[in-house]
């Protein structure tokens, strides 16, 4: 992972790709599925675009690991409220995968407002041979029906099969910024600006109310929830960040058990993430990333900055409104690795291990099949490489602030704009 070195290097294909860029076209989420056989993405359009793993096959063994359309859908329109005049953006928030418990699959979506439970099935069988209805479906004339037949099932192509199982609304007053379903399976949260609520999956018309911050007077208000999350293991403890850099670490069954403020201006944390072990928090905020022990509150087990070239011009990203960019951040299978998006394109990556780290870019000129990726390295003054690109030349319209980690292998997605990147080593499985 060292930018000087090049015998560890990553392949990658490019997945799916615009001639034009629309708003609705942007990915808005990106999230892999419990096995990692099916990655989900999510646009500003509301659409909800399932990829599925294709098998390796003997004829092209480097085929694994390609990432095909499986199945799109529609999951949220815009819509308007009338009480409060307001339009509510059809924009996906956040997709969460249901651990699988049959042959379907399941799947929250939310917008601002409402989140969506959607069940995905294939049918590659149909019955024919129905006693009662002909073949278009419609009855028969019952006069006509003078023998009894079984009906059989007969194969058909495949096909994936998109269903609406619950919708749960009207539970938030602001919007969602995050939904997390529990190790119990049964119940989820949802978190806006302001309260976190808890809803059991199978009953959509009440939620209960688990935080809020809400001040009596609104005039009063000092922070809001940015992130939140379920731990993986236990089902009674979950965290969530505030736009003040704070992390509360909280119990169910009793209060608070950490509350971490911090004084910096900078230091709102965008997203949250428990190790896939529950031993540590990953959090970004828009400078570093930080590695937490949940034993040790007073202070962050590791820091690693992120682009620290841009400390000189904070004040211009903040007039742009960059610094309010909420950058989201992934641990790889093992919680050795983690990775991270910035500008121009670029995404992190930090080896806990080695302390070694790599910035790569998610581009259109690198982007044929097995291309491998050449480390990126920002300049700031002073002597230039070749390919080093100055911090001056950055490009702060194109920035990867969703990224997704596959759950067991070295494969990553990465959405840059309206363009699905997938990263993946083939040169050594052991590469982070």
Known sequence: MGEDTDTRKINHSFLRDHSYVTEADIISTVEFNHTGELLATGDKGGRVVIFQREPESKNAPHSQGEYDVYSTFQSHEPEFDYLKSLEIEEKINKIKWLPQQNAAHSLLSTNDKTIKLWKITERDKRPEGYNLKDEEG???????????????????????????????????????????????????????????????????????????????????????????????HHCNLFVYSSSKGSLRLCDMRAAALCDKHSKQIISSVSDVKFSHSGRYMLTRDYLTVKVWDLNMEARPLETYQVHDYLRSKLCSLYENDCIFDKFECAWNGSDSVIMTGAYNNFFRMFDRNTKRDVTLEASRESSKPRAVLKPRRVCVGGKRRRDDISVDSLDFTKKILHTAWHPTENIIAIAATNNLYIFQDKVNSDMH
């Open 138 to 232: 419609k009855l028969k004339d019952l006069s006509t029906v003078t023998s009894l037949q079984v009906p059989v099932l007969k194969p058909m192509d495949l096909m994936v099969e998109v269903s609406p199982r619950r919708v749960f609304a009207n539970g938030h007053t602001y919007h969602i910024n995050s939904i997390s379903v529990n190790s119990d399976c049964e119940t989820y949260m949802s978190a806006d600006d302001l309260r976190i609520n808890l809803w059991h999956l199978a009953v959509t018309d009440r939620s209960f109310n688990i935080v809020d911050i809400k001040p009596a007077n609104m005039e009063d208000l000092t922070e809001v929830i940015t992130a939140s999350e379920f731990h993986p």
